[in-house]
């Protein structure tokens, strides 16, 4: 009927159960996959990374229906590969998700809004915690509850916390950039060299032109003279950019 | 209902709850005499070994979809 | 055509179509809480103004697709429970290299599931709620009060577990004050077996020779044999 084998639905069952996998991550699931079921594995190293890519569109062509997608992105952090398995839709259905209460999610989109309309891509857990105060469409919450609220969204790897602040986890980025770029077209800055999402980066004081930490590395590594890369700009860059190979971020 | 009333007879081993409970105590926590609370930490030691024994379909979760957008200002349709 | 043909003819084929998907994703989501998905929530949702008749249909579809791309069951309850389905996977994990992980709550509480199931099971089947609470009290459970992992742990075990359908929590007849017992519910019976309990006590026991508990022994087998007799005559 279909082109999918076991291995397939193991794999996406896997992705299911688990919210972000690195590349390497990914490698050693399609492995097992494979194994489980007695199918061949190929170990030669380009072989295989043309198969797997073939394994994903199989998969991704498959779930297309229902609104799924297996998404690639990166760390902002440390420009790592990420693979995620997203929601692409918005409808009456998707609205019956259960995780999270509807003030929960308030919470939750006031905090979005004010990491985007921060430069640097995260606030401050005090910050966040005064939130509560603002809701206004549902219940109170309290600071406790909100306390717990980001903990557990950090379990579930949607939200980061270290030390004192919060952001955005690759997997939110994944899953809400167009509604963060259609929500905050003024606010929400593109990465002028991928031209993907940017919160956390750097930013040229003189134009506003941002570029994720891993962008920059990989336009200044090995330049001398940094200048600004945005239009007429050429302002200098001076942003620390660190030296060693970033992983992952090869394309 | 004769095999059943036959295997009841020949049962050499009769099931004790509280035996039972005992030894999967010594299973997680050894042969220690003192502290012989279950933790968290051992709670959830316990599901991931038994977790195999059930064919628990993984839930799909996601966050994008899940609330209401509100006033979104609606740009032009983008192409992908 | 049988009925359900008839009625979903009325569908065009894109419109059945796009049902179908709506009820897989529908399905998915409701999964979420592992309660039992109930018909009437399905039609109400998913297939609306359609006709209802063409429910059998598209749930057929939506069940085939559920297992052909993402290797899911759909179960259907029975007796009082018939018109409630559960997602259940055709596979099994690994315990050397779980594929499939979950979240830390989850583990906790599959923890103790396992010991209930296998309470029950080994107890013939049923067990009063005075002899679960006595035996769970050795483990630190105490259904009156709050504890550290599980919280409310006896709700979790007469209403969540019950919910879910691992458990049956059954008021015997004429007994006041009230005596329970607990049973296997269907999600237990489908997504686990007496096999998996079995060898799990055995393992506690450390004796290589499950036969030793005879009856349980005979109940397993007799459970298999009748899974072969219905593959049989499917
Ligand atoms: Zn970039
Ligand atoms: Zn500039």
């Known amino acids: ?251 | 209902g004769r095999q059943k009333a036959q295997a009841l007879n020949t049962e050499f081993v009769k099931f004790q709850p509280v035996e039972f409970v005992e030894k999967l105590k010594t299973f997680l926590c050894g042969n220690v005499l003192e502290d012989r609370t279950i933790s968290t930490e051992k709670w959830c030691s316990l599901g991931k070994a038994v977790q195999p024994s059930f064919k628990r379909c993984p839930p799909f979760r996601f966050i994008n979809g899940s609330f209401e957008r509100g006033e979104v200002q609606v740009r032009k349709e983008r192409v992908k | 055509l049988t009925q359900a043909e008839k009625a979903a003819a009325k569908l065009d084929q894109k419109e059945l179509e796009l049902k179908v998907n709506d009820l897989v994703q529908y399905l998915l989501i409701m999964d979420q809480k592992k309660y039992p998905i109930k018909k009437v929530d399905i039609n109400k949702v998913v297939l609306k103004d359609t006709s209802n008749k063409a429910f059998p249909l598209v749930m057929k579809r939506a069940s085939e697709k559920l297992a052909d791309i993402f290797g899911i069951d759909v179960i259907e309850l029975q007796d009082k429970q018939k018109g409630s389905y559960i997602l259940i996977s055709k596979y099994e994990i690994d315990a050397d290299k779980p594929n499939v992980v979950w979240p830390e709550e989850d583990n906790t509480r599959m923890g103790l599931l396992m010991i209930i199931l296998s309470l029950v099971f080994m107890n013939n089947n049923i067990m009063q709620d005075s002899e679960m609470w006595h035996t769970l009290k050795k483990l630190g459970i105490d259904p009156e009060v709050p504890h550290e992992t599980f919280g409310d742990v006896k709700k979790l075990i007469t209403s969540e577990f019950v919910r879910q359908g691992y458990l049956e929590y059954i008021r015997q007849p004429q007994t006041d004050p009230s005596i329970y017992d607990f049973k296997w519910g269907q999600r237990a019976k489908a997504e686990t077996s007496k096999r998996n309990i079995l060898h799990f006590v055995s393992q506690m026991y450390d004796v290589s020779d499950p036969q030793q508990w005879t009856s349980q022994w005979q109940d397993k087998e007799n459970e298999e044999e009748m899974e072969v007799s219905q593959a049989n005559s499917n």
């Open chain 1, 1 to 251: 009927m279909s082109e999918l084998r076991d291995s397939h639905r193991l794999f996406l069952q896997s992705f299911m159960s688990r919210s972000v996998l690195d590349a390497k991550e990914v490698k050693a699931l399609y492995k097992s996959s494979c194994e489980k079921f007695n199918e061949e594995y190929i170990t030669q190293e380009d072989e295989r990374r043309r198969q797997l890519a073939e394994f994903v569109i199989v998969i991704n062509n498959s779930i297309k229906p229902f609104h799924m997608e297996i998404k690639k992105g990166f760390s902002e952090d440390n420009g790592t590969n990420c693979y995620c398995l997203v929601s692409t839709s918005d409808t009456a259905i998707t609205k019956m998700a259960s995780d999270y209460t509807a003030t929960e999610l308030e919470y939750f989109k006031k905090l979005i809004e004010l990491v985007v309309e921060s430069d640097v891509g995260y606030i401050g857990s005090v910050e966040a915690l005064n939130l509560t105060e603002s809701l206004t469409n549902t219940k109170k919450m309290s600071k406790t509850d909100a306390e717990n609220l980001l903990k557990r969204m950090k379990a579930d790897r949607w939200l980061i916390l270290n030390e004192g602040q919060v952001s955005l986890s690759t997997r939110t980025i994944l899953e809400l950039d167009m509604y963060i770029t259609d929500t905050y077209p003024e606010t929400a800055k593109m990465c002028e060299l991928c031209k993907k999402l940017c919160l956390k980066g750097q930013l040229c004081e003189e134009c506003g032109v941002k570029l994720h930490v891993h962008c920059a590395s990989r336009i200044f590594s090995k330049q001398n003279q940094r200048k600004c890369p945005g239009q007429r700009c050429n302002a200098e860059w001076v942003h620390d950019i660190p030296s060693k190979d970033v992983p992952g971020s090869q394309h």
